[in-house]
Structure formats: structure tokens, C-alpha cells
């Protein structure tokens, strides 16, 4: 656990480089203060399309995001196609074709959407499917449940019809090849590069919504699943307040349950910056942190955003309208 005195050194440069209040980012940032709560100040609702996604991955999202929305569709839509074009990119490792497999060589996905109107869906461990984010819409809006598993979430996906493929690459099969040489299990979260794409979008209208997807852990046991399709943990949207996604080792925002947290301390009056350094700041209260990364994203209705990462090398794409800029993330080094 970090000392005190250390959580209130960093919250105050924290303070410094975004320029807000010491007194109030202090309390945010350390968790022994007493909660924050004053009543969410802004009462605007931003309606000028509003995108957050994460890592470099994000700008690509962000752009299918605007498409979406200037051809009428909803912040619903911009996230599932969003998040839908990394999918399908073979270059990036930890998400849909071309993510790393499992210990035994197989890649599993885990996706979960969440609209405004609360409705939620996802699907984990699920194999041979290019798209879980959009099986994971399915399960929303043509099911009564949220959260489909393995052979179930595949079986609903063809039924739904989705086609199957082949989603281990040459490069993800050699990847598994040289990891398996060392014969030591152990995962492997990429933390200077990418992992999780999650992506929050506010449309047109005002409303919000939110997805998350991933292949999880390179070289997972298999039969793990992480934070992704987990709602509350991954991600989550509520539409009076904001919404929050998470990156990074899903063992360690699941134990916190980091979106909700993030999403409640900003009902209670926190900046989207000031929530997501407190809920970093409560993994590192409660475990080890230096083999580990995780970094939240969030905004709120009122067109503001916010990150904050455990340890440097997050970053996220923010487009505001027609305008994007990649943008690191502060962290707790
Ligand atoms: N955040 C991705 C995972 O841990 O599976």
C-alpha cells in the first residue's frame, strides 16, 4: 500500500499539471478522506458528439464513431461500430482477429455494450467470432439476459448470423510458439502499448453509451475472463451522470469494481479526471501495482473527460465534433 503522505504528494502535482483545485483533487485522490459530496454542479447536457476510446486503436474508432453519428445514428451505434473496426484490424494484439490466444492457443473474446437507457449486454469467453461487441449488442436488445458464456455466447452468434473464423493469425500463432518455449505460465498484460479498446460516446441527442472489447490476457489459463464484458467493472453508462471504461489488468478492476466507482463519484461531484485518479488510487491502496496496469477513461454529460492510468504509457483518443487529438494520460508514477 502507498504511504499517505505519497497519495497526497502525487494528487497534488496531479492538481498542478490539469490545473484544478489542490484541495478538492487531494480529497478525490486519497482514500481515507472523507467522500465527496456535492451534487453534480453542471446541469447542460453537451450535445455537439462527444468520443472517447482508448489507445492509438481509438482514433480509428472515433472516426467510424462520427461517421455513425453523422449519418443519424446513436451513441449506441458509434460504439459498436467504433470498437467493431479494431476488431477486425489483424495488427492489434489484444483485441478480436489477431489477439493473443489462450495458454492451449485458442483466442477468446469478451465484449460488453451498455445504452441510455441502462439496458446492458455482453459475452465472454466466446471463440471464433470476429465481432463480440456487436454479438454483445444482440444479447441486449434480442434477449432477456446480459451476460452470454463460451459455447452459449458462440451457438447464439450463429443463430443470430454471425459467421465463424478463424481468429488466430500467423503472427499471434508464432507469438504463442516463442511463449511457450519458456514452459513458465505467465500472463502477459501489454502496458505500453495497447490492450483493452473501450469507447464512450454522448451523441447528438446528449444521450451516452458505452462499449468494451478485448481477447483478454495474452496466454491466459484458459477459461479466464477479465473485466471486459463485466458491467460495473469494464465499463459502465449511466445516462444522468457519465459513463466510465477501464484497460489493463482486469483482475485488478474487477476487485474494485473501477467503472461503477468511477461513474458514482462523479454523481457525487468529482470531475471525470478527479474520478478516475481515485478509483487508480484505490487499486494501489489495496494491492501490489508494480507489475500491473490499469487506466480508466471517462466523461460526463456535460462534455467533459477525464483519465488517469496506474503508470505512464495510456493513452486515448478524444474527438470533440469533427476535431481528435491523442492524448496521454496522467499516472500515479
Ligand atoms: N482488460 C482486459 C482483461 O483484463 O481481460
Same mark, same amino acid.
Given at each position: ?45 453537451? &450535445? ?11 482514433? =480509428? ?49 469478451? =465484449? ?32 432477456? +439476459? ?12 450463429? =443463430? @443470430? ?19 511457450? &518455449? ?72 474487477? @476487485? ?54 496506474? +503508470? ?22
Amino acid at each position: 500500500m502507498l504511504p499517505r503522505r505519497t497519495f497526497l504528494r502525487r494528487a497534488a502535482a496531479m492538481a498542478a499539471v490539469l490545473g484544478l483545485d489542490p484541495a478538492r483533487l487531494l480529497r478525490a485522490a486519497d482514500p481515507t478522506a472523507a467522500p465527496i459530496s456535492q451534487p453534480l454542479s453542471s446541469g447542460a447536457r453537451f &450535445k455537439s458528439g462527444h468520443m472517447l476510446a482508448t489507445w492509438n486503436h481509438g482514433i =480509428a474508432s472515433n472516426e467510424e464513431g462520427w461517421r455513425q453519428m453523422q449519418a443519424g445514428g446513436t451513441a449506441l451505434d458509434a460504439v459498436v461500430e467504433g470498437t467493431a473496426v479494431v476488431e477486425s484490424d489483424p495488427t492489434g494484439s489484444s483485441v478480436g482477429l489477431g489477439g493473443r490466444p489462450d495458454r492451449d492457443g485458442k483466442v477468446t473474446l469478451d =465484449a460488453c455494450v451498455m445504452n441510455a437507457a441502462g439496458d446492458a449486454g455482453g459475452v465472454c469467453f466466446l471463440e471464433d467470432i470476429e465481432h463480440p461487441v456487436r454479438v454483445a449488442r444482440a444479447v441486449m436488445e434480442d434477449t432477456p +439476459h446480459v451476460l452470454l458464456a463460451g459455447q452459449g455466447a458462440r451457438d447464439f452468434a450463429i =443463430a @443470430k448470423g454471425f459467421k465463424t473464423r478463424d481468429l488466430l493469425t500467423e503472427d499471434s500463432r508464432k507469438a504463442w510458439e516463442e511463449w511457450k &518455449k519458456s514452459a513458465e505460465y505467465k500472463p502477459i498484460i501489454n502496458i505500453e502499448n495497447h490492450d483493452t479498446i473501450g469507447m464512450l460516446a454522448q451523441d447528438l441527442e446528449g444521450n451516452l453509451a458505452g462499449a468494451c472489447t478485448t481477447s483478454g490476457l495474452a496466454f491466459k489459463l484458459r477459461g479466464r475472463v477479465g473485466d471486459s464484458p463485466i458491467i460495473g467493472a469494464g465499463l459502465f453508462v449511466d445516462n444522468e451522470v457519465g459513463a466510465c471504461t477501464a484497460t489493463g489488468l482486469g483482475e485488478a478492476v474487477m @476487485k474494485t469494481l473501477g467503472s461503477f466507482l468511477v461513474v458514482e463519484l462523479m454523481r457525487q461531484g468529482a470531475s471525470p479526471a478527479e474520478a478516475c485518479l481515485e478509483a487508480t488510487q484505490r487499486i494501489a491502496a489495496r494491492m501490489p501495482v508494480e507489475d500491473l496496469q490499469v487506466g480508466y477513461l471517462a466523461m460526463d454529460i456535460s462534455g467533459r473527460a477525464g483519465a488517469h492510468a496506474i +503508470h505512464g504509457g495510456f493513452n486515448y483518443a478524444r474527438t470533440l465534433g469533427q476535431r481528435t487529438q491523442l492524448i496521454d494520460a496522467p499516472s500515479l508514477d
